[in-house]
């Protein structure tokens, strides 16, 4: 086994609120994931099994690109994230954050 902890920090901060754990800081985390036991065990599963949460202003380009391409194949591909590098998510991403930015005001 290693010590080495998971390289992000979302399969700590998932596996601390799977415990039920509600003080906590990441440093807390790393150490704890280190000491060994079933905390770093469940840190694997989560690790291994599931994905990464996506951003919510990723979420919301996504569907806004899904809704330009609105029943054409596109569609299904932006909903899922097979196009996430294209311009048309980059854009809204980028369109969101001008205005928690407050641009235009």
């Known amino acids: 086994m290693t010590t080495k902890t998971p390289h992000d920090d979302w399969v700590l901060l ?3 609120k799977r415990s039920g754990w509600d003080a906590y ?3 807390v985390l790393r150490e704890t994931y280190c000491d060994g036991g079933s905390f770093r ?3 694997h599963m ?3 099994y599931e994905e990464p949460p996506v951003e919510r202003k990723v ?3 996504r569907e806004a690109a899904a809704q330009l ?4 194949r596109e569609e299904a591909e932006f909903m899922r994230g097979h196009r996430d590098e294209y311009d ?3 854009c809204g991403k ?3 954050e001008l205005w928690e930015e407050g641009f235009g005001k």
């Not at 391409?69 to 054409?72: A, F, K, T």
Request: aromatic share 8%; with cysteine; charged share 10%.
């Open 59 to 61: 979420l919301c380009a």
């Open 88 to 90: 048309q998510v980059w």
């Open 41 to 43: 065990a469940l840190c």
């Open 94 to 96: 980028r369109a969101i």
């Open 14 to 16: 998932e596996a601390a």
């Open 25 to 27: 800081t990441t440093q």
């Open 46 to 48: 989560i690790a291994a």
């Open 69 to 72: 391409y609105s029943g054409e």
